[in-house]
């Protein structure tokens, strides 16, 4: 299986951002999708995840209402794409953003997750 994170750059607060995660591999459809993101000197944090049919996200408290995570699964079986809606960005959200792969629901452990991104940097100012 790969990831490839994409869609990162420099966006001002209170602005939207879209990150893509394209997903390739055997029973890639299958896989359970989570985005992480990183900020330097913090431990890698949870930002959200999405059941392998699309209809069933989780999120913790700390990312309810801004974030959305979605997921197109390709008529291809091998591929999918994943998104990360960022809105109402602020200047805390500024990290390298990952997507990651596995098949634990809902999961927010980072070292349960098989299969890593390159990841994609998104900063935020102000």
């Known amino acids: 299986v790969q990831l490839q994170a994409s869609g990162g750059g420099q966006v001002m607060a209170g602005g939207s951002l879209t990150l893509s995660c394209a997903a390739s591999?055997?029973?890639?459809?299958?896989?359970?999708l989570a985005w992480f993101r990183q900020a330097p000197g913090k431990e890698r944090e949870f930002v959200g995840t999405?059941?392998?049919?699309?209809?069933?996200?989780?999120?913790?408290?700390s990312m309810k209402g801004r974030f959305t995570i979605s997921r197109d699964n390709a008529k291809d079986n091998a591929k999918m794409t994943v998104y990360l809606q960022m809105n109402s960005v602020k200047p805390e959200d500024t990290a390298v953003y990952y997507c990651?792969?596995?098949?634990?629901?809902?999961?927010?452990?980072?070292?349960?997750?098989?299969?890593w991104g390159q990841g994609t940097q998104v900063t935020v100012s102000s």
């Open positions: 990651a792969a596995g098949t634990l629901w809902p999961e927010m452990r980072p070292g349960m997750y098989e299969y």
């Open positions: 591999g055997p029973y890639v459809r299958n896989l359970v």
């Open positions: 999405i059941g392998t049919a699309g209809a069933r996200t989780y999120y913790p408290e």
